[in-house]
């Protein structure tokens, strides 16, 4: 590997050691920690903000769901009726005409 070439997220010790003097030289060794405190309470926002929207997208895509799901059920529900509807009379019949042939097909 080229030591020229900068990978964009990596930093070496060296350069996290020259970044952290200058921070302290800039800011003094006091403002430091709470510099910290306020970048992790960012951070900590940022992430809960992020939770929040990816839970109300996944809410919102659930509630989709339910209303084609049940659209479909009702059109399974109505062609399992219409089915047992249509098939009914043809047992029915074939019943009826079994009974009306069965004594005649006996003599």
Do not use: Q, W, Y
């Not at 839970?55 to 989709?64: F, M, Q, T, V, W």
Request: charged content about 35%.
């Amino acid at each position: 590997m080229n030591p020229s070439v900068l990978l964009p997220a990596f930093i070496s010790f060296e350069e996290m050691t020259v970044i952290l003097l200058i921070a302290v030289v800039i800011f003094g060794p006091k403002k430091i920690p709470e510099i910290a405190r306020g970048l992790g309470e960012g951070m900590r926002a940022m992430k809960k903000a992020t939770e929040d929207i990816k839970r109300e997208i996944l809410d919102s895509a659930d509630g989709i769901e339910n209303p084609v799901k049940d659209l479909k059920d009702a059109i399974e529900d109505t062609a399992n009726d219409v089915t047992d509807s249509v098939s009914n009379p043809v047992k029915d019949f074939k019943e009826s005409l079994d009974d009306a042939v069965g004594p005649i097909k006996r003599e």
